[in-house]
């Protein structure tokens, strides 16, 4: 493992962000716990989390710069996924989402790795624009994944699976564009598994981006090209 990491976690009370956050406590690392709602950061800290309370949809691009510097990896596991309407998932997970990488850009060399958890196939995926929320999140996830691709990040876009609540043992990465998420599913234990080992690799893997369902092979295959 290298030195530690100060991480920022977007979105850390997410389930994905509950079982990732206790995993880089323990592998050394810093972590620093966005939320929107302050009930949740007595829970953040017992995880040994510093919790960070802001509104992602108020947030500039000014804004996320003055937050996320000094960090060295931030994780955007946020997202509305459809859940409060169509308007609350474009200002979270595309606007939100976008505004956070246009604040990290202005850092220059300075700016942190950032490493989005989005879904398989989201640049590729169509659906019928009824304007409904469905639409909106994968409207929302495509943007916002094209612009991390254009963007001057040092940076990896996470594209599971199906989620569920197995545990996260086994990797099979499939090669991108090739999969879609609903051929497999892949633990949120497992996509926290991965979120520590490139943190304490302190790279990122030769995907772009880099999707994986549960599989028979070792974490340490993501570094396979």
């Known amino acids: 493992m290298t030195d530690s990491k100060k991480v920022l976690y977007i979105g850390g009370h997410g389930k994905i962000g509950l079982l990732t956050t206790p995993k880089l406590i323990e592998g050394g690392h810093e972590v620093h716990s966005l939320v929107r709602n302050p ?41 509305n996924g459809g859940r409060a309407g169509a308007d609350q998932t474009f200002a979270i997970d595309q606007d939100g989402a976008i505004a956070a990488v246009e604040g ?39 943007n916002a994944d094209n612009r991390i691709n254009a963007s001057s990040l040092d940076s990896i876009i996470l594209g599971p699976g199906v989620l569920t609540d197995a545990a996260g043992e086994g990797i099979r990465v ?52």
């Open 174 to 225: 499939v090669e991108p564009g090739t999969g879609r998420d609903r051929d497999g599913e892949t633990p949120r234990d497992l996509v926290a598994n991965v979120i520590a080992e490139i943190i304490n690799e302190d790279q990122v893997p030769p995907h772009a981006p880099l999707e994986f369902f549960a599989g028979d092979k070792p974490l340490d295959s993501i570094w396979e090209a």
């Open 104 to 142: 990290l850009e202005s850092l220059g060399e300075k700016a942190p790795r950032f490493i989005m958890i989005s879904y398989m196939g989201a640049t590729q995926n169509e659906v019928e624009n009824d304007g409904g929320s469905w639409y909106a999140y994968v409207e929302s996830k495509k």
């Open 39 to 79: 009930d949740y950061k007595a829970e953040l800290e017992g995880l040994g989390a510093t919790p960070v309370i802001a509104d992602i949809t108020e947030l500039s691009s000014e804004d996320w710069a003055k937050l996320a510097d000094g960090f060295d990896v931030v994780v955007w596991g946020a997202g």
